[in-house]
């Protein structure tokens, strides 16, 4: 295996993570977000196929985020101005414990790739200083 492509896996790696973060933290900002009438919930996901390791990686390997339809929960709240003529304000039914741990894991996981990918950089700087001797 060569060294470009070990560093585009590990890049790929980088931008998938990245991207799951976002999804999950933008999922978690929108979950106590009222809907206004007839809005329908939504849901940030990641789609797509990863890049193949050996062509040019873009920003987001592959990858991109997408919205789609979830379920909505519903409160009542007949003051609320969004709140429907039964007095129910809806929100999206997010799962939050599932989120999270979607936030804390690719949280670790863009940890380990930054690790990989430095170690992979001081590996060729410490190859580069050995063959300049």
Known sequence: ????????????????????????SRNIAMSNMPLAANASATTTQISGTPSDFGAQIDDNAGFEIEQVPIATREE????????????MVHYPATDLVEEMTTLMTASRSYEANVRSFNMLRGMIMKAIEIGAK
């Open 76 to 87: 009542h709240d007949p003051s609320h101005p969004l709140a429907d003529a039964q007095g």
């Open 1 to 24: 295996m060569s060294i470009e492509s070990v560093m585009d896996a590990t890049r790929a790696g980088l931008s998938y993570q990245r991207l799951r973060m976002d999804a999950a």
